[in-house]
Each structure stands twice: as C-alpha cells, then as structure tokens.
C-alpha cells in the first residue's frame, strides 16, 4: 500500500496590524514546521496569492497546484501544495461555495466573504493508484451559512469525483466536528469518517489565536478521510519557537494507507 501525508493549516492572512505575529515573521517557522513533516500534500486556508507564492518558494519539495485557477487579487483561496515526486495531478479546480458554485468571486448564503473549495484528482507515481483530494474553508460568522456552503461543497465533490475515487477531504471548517456542518456533508458523503474521533482521540482545540491555547475553543480544523483508507498518524503540530507561531490554527498532521 502507499502510505500518504498530510498537513493541513489556515495560515492567516498577511495582516501588519498582527504585528510581532505578522506574515513575513511567521513564514520561516511555517515553511520549517511543514517541511519537517515531508508531507506530500499541503492543504492550506486563508492565503492570498502572494503569500501563497512565497510559501512556496519555502517548500523544499511542494508546488501550488493553481493551473486551473484565474486568482482574483481581492480574494483568499484554500490552496493544494503536491509533492510531485510522489504524485502526479490529473485534474484540479475550484467551487465557490455559493448557489453558482462556478462563478468566481460568487457568494451567497449570507457569508461573511465569498468562500470556496479547491480540489484535484491525484496519482501516485510508485503504485498508480488515485486519490480525490479537496480543501475548502467556510465562513467564519454564521452556523447557517457554514451549513448550506457544506452542503454546495458535497453536493459538488459527488458530481466531480465521477468515477468514485478515494475521497480525502481537509480544511478550516469554522465548526465542531459534531456539529451541523458535518451532519451535511454526511448526507451526501456518507463514507467519509473522521479518524480523530474514530481512533478516540481527545478532542482539542485547534484554534489559538497565536496564545498556544483558547478557553472552550473546538477543533474546527479537520481532515476527513474515505472509508477505504485507512489513517496513520494523526495529531496537532504545537510548536512554537520562543513565544512565536506559525500560525493562529495549529497544523492538522494527517497519514493514511491508500
């Protein structure tokens, strides 16, 4: 079997008003936490193209995977970064997570920004065997609004993974995994299971806003995997270098056999 890693991070907007906690100082640590774990797949939310290239250019082996994508400079875009000695990309795109899911920019549903999901179709090159992989990032405001974008991004994922392949689904859900926004994904998804909750972890926080730790803060960062897979390793990445984060969310460090 091929075993596959994942990280998974929102790495906060470039905003100067965050101040010893801004982009251009937290970029070193985020680039030597990723490359630490060797991932094959990076899955990052809230990143602006800029900062999503200068990400890269850290990436000892990844590279963005946005040959699809005409970048609306205004916009943050959950991202894909693939190790391409280990796999091959077949196919990629976005979904808006809107009532015209392939309008860029669009936004419905009351959503705070217009969100979206990005997704490819991915070959292992040592064994040949395929994945469908997906990173989306929900609004941040409002239940109702996550739910209904959860239910476009499932709806979606069905129709494009026509030919039922192994579904991995990561991202910044702004929700509790027991909660409503899971409740809707599994009505379309009903094979997808959450590995953290299946292999009786106890629950933590993933949010910390750059503190190490939020009082009754959930785990609103996730990676859902297909039942035909099955999960390795799989824990929150805490590390700080004196006093400093790579991000506000704590990386999702994810393996599983596929």
């Known amino acids: 079997m091929s075993m596959l890693r994942i990280v998974s991070v929102n790495i906060r907007?470039?905003?100067p008003a965050d101040g010893e906690h801004r982009w251009a100082l937290r970029l070193p640590l985020l680039a030597e936490?990723?490359?630490?774990?060797?991932p094959d797949i990076v899955a990052t939310q809230e990143g602006w193209r800029t900062q999503l290239r200068e990400l890269?250019?850290?990436?000892?082996?990844?590279?963005?995977v946005d040959q699809h994508r005409e970048w609306i400079e205004e916009r943050m875009y959950p991202s894909v970064f693939v190790r391409h000695a280990a796999l091959q990309v077949l196919q990629s795109g976005d979904v808006w997570l809107s009532k015209?899911?392939?309008v860029p920019g669009s936004s419905s549903f009351g959503s705070a920004f217009p969100?979206?999901?990005?997704?490819?179709?991915?070959?292992?090159?040592?064994?040949?065997?395929?994945l469908f992989f997906a990173n989306l990032h929900l609004d941040h405001e409002e239940r109702d609004t996550r739910v209904e974008q959860?239910?476009?991004?499932?709806?979606?994922l069905c129709g494009l993974n026509g030919r039922r392949l192994?579904?991995?689904?990561?991202?910044?859900?702004?929700?509790?995994?027991?909660?409503?926004?899971?409740?809707?994904?599994?009505g379309e998804l009903p094979n997808l299971y959450d590995p953290w909750q299946e292999t009786g972890k106890p629950e933590a926080s993933s949010y910390h806003s750059f503190a190490g730790s939020v009082p009754g803060a959930r785990r609103i960062d996730w990676v859902l995997l297909d039942r035909r897979l099955s999960a390795g390793e799989l824990?929150?990445?805490r590390r700080s270098q004196q006093g400093r984060y790579p991000s506000d969310h704590f990386p999702v460090v994810c393996s599983f056999n596929l």
Request: glycine residues 6%.
């Open 115 to 130: 969100r979206l999901m990005t997704w490819c179709e991915l070959e292992c090159r040592n064994s040949g065997r395929q």
């Open 100 to 102: 015209t899911p392939y």
């Open 235 to 237: 824990f929150l990445d």
């Open 33 to 38: 936490v990723l490359n630490s774990h060797r």
């Open 13 to 15: 907007f470039d905003n």
């Open 166 to 186: 192994p579904i991995v689904l990561a991202g910044d859900f702004n929700d509790a995994p027991d909660g409503p926004v899971r409740e809707a994904i599994a």
């Open 56 to 64: 890269e250019a850290c990436l000892s082996a990844c590279g963005l």
């Open 150 to 156: 959860a239910r476009v991004a499932a709806n979606e």
